[in-house]
Structure formats: structure tokens, C-alpha cells
């Protein structure tokens, strides 16, 4: 008796900072997609992560703990890594050529493809009720690719370029769930740092030129980081099952950015394929959740 309330108490925190968690998402995204008319995505990439890498290796190094920065599977460690600095160029490029709406609707595809890479990369059971949420998830994808003819073809692929491989780092971290989330995400950080500062800052960096850029960086930094931060706190706190579905409530957000910087209203197509992908990927959800008390 004396324990529930706390426990509600842990749930309804972790709850809010999970919702927190995807409104900070949708607030880098919409820096990203604000400075991608003035930067290369690499760039904005590079210092998203950059801002958040420094203070995370000081908080690492202060801690004095050699034991956080190793790793027992260090090749899966660093191909998440790298796959996560690829991918988030790639989010931020689907970001600079659809509606903010479009793209967070059309990355919800990763939860759809998880399950069929875990089933066979990783030898997981995915039952009829999973395999038929996919294709219906994915019959709401071909909805929106173009059923009016005015989808963005290139957007297009790299958003589903995008979901794919937030689909692959998902897949590779059920299969790094005995390693420490601080090492994984600080070398994760770290790739996203090195990957485009070496291969693409030398010929794409552009100056930064105003103060509104100057505060739309730190935006990017700041919210992306917080967003990590309160994402790791929210499943600590409270259960996946409770925590993973706030994440549709960035398909809001998205689409009032849209429509409040780019006077832009989500069409029929959108709304109606969004609504597919997401009943789909809560039913997933839902699905996991019964598999995980059995």
C-alpha cells in the first residue's frame, strides 16, 4: 500500500519527460530545417552533435571511470554509430526537402521495419498480428508517396532512407541491451562529430553570419541534447510500452511548425497515410507489450 504512490508519482514523471522528449525533437528539427537553407545538412549535423558531445566527455572524464568508456561488443557499438551519424544527415536532408509533417510521419516507418529486422537478423518471433500491422503500415506509406502526384520523389527517398536506418540502429540495440546507454550514445556522439567534420566540413562549412543562425545552432544543440537526456530519464522512470507511444505526438508538433513558419497545411494523403503508419505502429506497440508479459 505505502509503495503505489510513488510509484504513480515515477510514472506520471516519466511520462512528462518523454512527451518533452519528442517536443524537443520536433524543435531540432525545425532548426535543422530553418538552417538548411543557409547550411549543408552535414554541417548542421556536425554541430548538433559537437554541442552535445564536449559537455557529455566532460561529465564522462569527471566521473573518473575508465569502465564507461569500454564496451564488451565494440564492433556493434561502433556500426551503430556510424549508421547513427549517416542516418541523421539523412533526417536532416529529408527535413530541408518535405514539410516537417511529411517527413516525421514518413520516419515513423522505422517501428514498422523493426520487427522484420529482428526477425531476421536477430532470430526474434514476430507473430501474424505484427506481420500484418507491417503491411498495412507500409500500404499507409504508399498513401502518401503520391497518390495526388506532388510527393517530393527525393525527400521522399531519403526519408525512407532515413527510417531504415533508425530501423537498423534500433535493431542493434536490442542486441547492445547489456551495454551502458552512456557508452553507446557517447559513441554515437563521437561518430556524428568525426564522421562529418572530416568528410564533409573541409568543403561545405559556411560561415556563420547572423545572430538568428548563431541562436538556431544553440537551439539544435541544446533541445537535441535535452531531448536525449529526457528520453533516457522517461524510460527509467516509467515502462517503453508507456513511454514509445508519445512519440506520435510529434506528428503535432510537426505540423504546427508547419503551419506557424511555413504556412504550410498537411494534406489529405498525409493525414490520412499518417494515421495508417501510426494505428500500425501502436498496435505494434501493443503487440510487444503482451509478448514481453508472456
Known amino acids: 500500500m505505502n509503495n503505489n504512490p510513488p510509484q ?5 514523471k516519466g511520462i512528462a519527460l518523454g512527451a518533452t522528449a519528442f517536443f524537443l525533437f520536433a524543435v531540432m528539427s525545425a532548426a535543422a530545417k ?24 566532460i561529465y564522462m572524464l ?29 533526417t536532416y536532408a529529408a527535413f530541408s526537402h518535405l514539410p516537417m509533417a511529411d517527413t516525421t510521419v ?25 506481420w500484418s500491422a507491417i503491411f498495412i503500415g507500409l500500404c499507409g506509406v504508399i498513401l502518401m508517396a503520391g497518390p495526388t502526384g506532388t510527393a517530393n520523389p527525393l525527400g521522399l527517398g531519403l526519408a525512407l532512407a ?16 547489456t551495454e551502458s546507454s552512456i557508452t553507446v550514445t557517447f559513441y554515437f556522439m563521437a561518430a556524428g562529430m568525426i564522421i562529418p567534420g572530416l568528410f564533409f566540413m573541409p568543403f561545405v562549412a559556411a560561415p556563420i553570419l547572423s ?19 529526457c528520453l533516457a530519464s522517461a524510460h527509467r522512470l516509467a515502462p517503453a510500452s508507456l513511454v514509445a507511444p508519445f ?7 510537426a ?16 493525414l490520412l497515410g499518417g494515421a495508417i503508419i501510426i494505428s500500425s505502429n501502436l498496435f505494434i506497440i501493443y503487440r510487444e507489450s503482451i509478448n514481453a508479459k508472456r
Open 8 to 12: 504513480q508519482d515515477h510514472i506520471l
Open 62 to 90: 569527471w566521473r573518473q571511470n575508465p569502465v564507461i568508456f569500454k564496451t564488451k561488443k565494440p564492433k556493434a557499438v561502433a556500426f551503430r554509430a556510424v549508421i547513427g551519424a549517416i542516418s541523421l544527415i539523412t
Open 106 to 130: 514518413l520516419l515513423f516507418t522505422s517501428t514498422l521495419l523493426t520487427p522484420f529486422l529482428v526477425h531476421f537478423l536477430l532470430k526474434e518471433h514476430v507473430g501474424l498480428y505484427r
Open 162 to 177: 532515413a527510417a531504415t536506418m533508425h530501423a537498423i540502429m534500433f535493431t542493434t540495440l536490442r542486441y547492445l541491451k
Open 211 to 229: 545572430m538568428k543562425e548563431l541562436i538556431l545552432f544553440l537551439i539544435l544543440g541544446a533541445s537535441g541534447g535535452a531531448a536525449q537526456l
Open 247 to 253: 512519440n506520435y505526438t510529434g506528428i503535432i508538433w
Open 255 to 270: 505540423t504546427l511548425f508547419d503551419i506557424a513558419i511555413w504556412t504550410k497545411v498537411p494534406g489529405w494523403p498525409v
Open 34 to 57: 530553418i538552417l538548411s537553407d543557409t547550411h549543408h545538412v552535414a554541417e548542421i549535423a556536425f554541430y548538433r552533435n559537437a554541442l552535445f558531445f564536449l559537455p557529455m566527455l
